[in-house]
T-cell receptor, first 114, second 112 residues
Framework: GAGVSQSPSNKVTEKGKDVELRCDPISGHTALYWYRQSLGQGLEFLIY????????KSGLPSDRFSAERTGGSVSTLTIQRTQQEDSAVYLC????????????FGPGTRLTVL | GQQLNQSPQSMFIQEGEDVSMNCTSS?????WLWYKQDPGEGPVLLIA?????ELTSNGRLTAQFGITRKDSFLNISASIPSDVGIYFC????????????FGTGTSLTVIP
């Protein structure tokens, strides 16, 4: 597709369960970002990938959060033992390496933890 | 993580009016960005600023990089109904790699 895609668009899970969120970046974009957006809040940076490596994991809120990227393309954000405070919209963005300020965002995954 | 102070939090204006919003930080930034987010969508980049004092326009939108490098402003002239949405500022500090800090957003409602 032409833009960043994310799946699922909505995810409802029970507290304590693990969830996986997927991001397909724009073809050729080597930089990939994950953000979390809580209701009425701005975007909170989680993690940044350049290719398959993550030079900046400083935003991950706890060790229950992890992310990987394979083949320099698809990325998966995993949240283990979900808590109610994990409920938010998780946004993925990608950019060309030399234009990291021009980030193209996906539509997000809305996660609800009951 | 650090968030920028963005104001106002929300605005209700009549179609045709001009709009101003701003973003401030206690830290110096070397890049300022302004995004618009429609419901159910990801943010879309409107304007990027790279130098203190820089004034950049994109159609009816004009943004400025504050001289102190700790603030930025976005103006929308002659608002129209499709301007409705949430506007976010974002900034990048020196020596923080590719991390961007986002403001808390300004929700704009345009009354026809």
């Amino acid at each position: 597709g032409a833009g960043v895609s994310q799946s699922p668009s909505n995810k409802v899970t029970e507290k304590g369960k693990d969830v996986e969120l997927r991001c397909d970046p724009i073809s050729g974009h080597t930089a990939l970002y994950w953000y979390r957006q809580s209701l009425g809040q701005g975007l909170e940076f989680l993690i940044y990938f350049q290719g398959n490596s993550a030079p900046d994991k400083s935003g991950l809120p706890s060790d229950r959060f992890s992310a990987e990227r394979t083949g320099g393309s698809v990325s998966t954000l995993t949240i283990q033992r979900t808590q109610q405070e994990d409920s938010a919209v998780y946004l993925c963005a990608s950019s060309k390496p030399q234009y990291t300020d021009t980030q193209y965002f996906g539509p997000g995954t809305r996660l609800t933890v009951l | 993580g650090q968030q920028l102070n963005q104001s106002p939090q929300s605005m209700f204006i009549q179609e045709g009016e001009d709009v101003s919003m701003n973003c401030t930080s206690s830290s110096i930034f070397n890049t300022w960005l302004w995004y618009k987010q429609d419901p159910g969508e990801g943010p879309v980049l409107l304007i990027a600023l790279y130098k203190a004092g820089e004034l950049t326009s994109n159609g009816r939108l004009t943004a400025q990089f504050g001289i102190t490098r700790k603030d930025s402003f976005l103006n929308i002239s002659a608002s129209i109904p499709s301007d409705v949405g949430i506007y976010f500022c974002a900034g990048q500090r020196l020596n923080t790699g590719n991390q961007f800090y986002f403001g808390t957003g300004t929700s704009l409602t345009v009354i026809p």
